[in-house]
């Protein structure tokens, strides 16, 4: 660590998922505040930089988002590697994307010390709620025990439980930093 990371605690935290699930969305919708409703796949890995103030602790979360490599399912061990939160997204319309979330954390958790991380479940898109997303969240709800993971439901449309999840996160990276 550079003797500027000493001076601002910073926790890493790796958002993983199948392609189009909406993570760069939701990631932009908190570090941003905005939605780009035009799909563009991301280019290069990126992390945004979010800072809070716990406590009247200066704290600050990296967010790392892939760059479409995840259509691949090739995401280098270095995007995974030093992760204290893993943000697993699925979309609460497509249980596909549910089904492949266990595989997703599988290969962030081989590349972190067994115990050593936070685990999120979260469904995107919940805008599009309908009658087969409410039957989709009761899996995910299974899901997450299993997982050991906190379930969540957000929009990055509307913006819904995005702040509180974050806050949430960084809350949890906080306690354990
Ligand atoms: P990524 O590939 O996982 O990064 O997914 P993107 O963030 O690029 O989003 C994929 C598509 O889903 C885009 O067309 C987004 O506009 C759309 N999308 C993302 N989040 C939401 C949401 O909360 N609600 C709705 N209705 N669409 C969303
Ligand atoms: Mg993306």
Redesign the pocket.
């Known amino acids: 660590y550079s003797p500027w990371c000493s001076l601002f605690k910073i926790s890493k935290v790796v958002v993983v998922?199948?392609?189009?699930?909406?993570?760069?969305?939701?990631i932009n919708r908190f570090c941003k505040d905005i939605?780009?409703?035009?799909?563009?796949?991301?280019i290069g890995v990126d992390f945004e930089i979010e800072r809070f103030e716990i406590a009247g602790v200066p704290y600050n979360l990296q967010i790392w988002?892939t760059a479409g490599q995840?259509k691949f399912k090739c995401i280098a061990s270095a995007y995974y590697r030093g992760a204290e939160v893993i943000i697993t997204?699925f979309d609460l319309a497509d249980i596909q994307t549910l089904d492949h979330t266990k595989q997703w954390l599988e290969d962030a958790l081989r590349e972190n010390e067994p115990g050593s991380t936070f685990v999120f479940l979260v469904g995107?898109?919940?805008?599009?709620s309908d009658a087969a997303c409410e039957r989709i969240e009761l899996d995910a709800v299974r899901l997450a025990n299993e997982m050991q993971a906190e379930y969540w439901s957000?929009?990055?449309?509307?913006g819904e439980n995005v702040k509180e999840f974050f806050s949430r996160v960084a809350a949890l990276a906080f306690e354990q930093s």
Do not use: N, P, Q
Not at 35 to 42: I, L
């Open positions: 998922g199948d392609l189009y699930v909406g993570k760069t969305s939701l939605f780009d409703r035009d799909y563009k796949a991301t988002d995840e997204v995107t898109k919940k805008d599009l957000v929009s990055a449309k509307t």
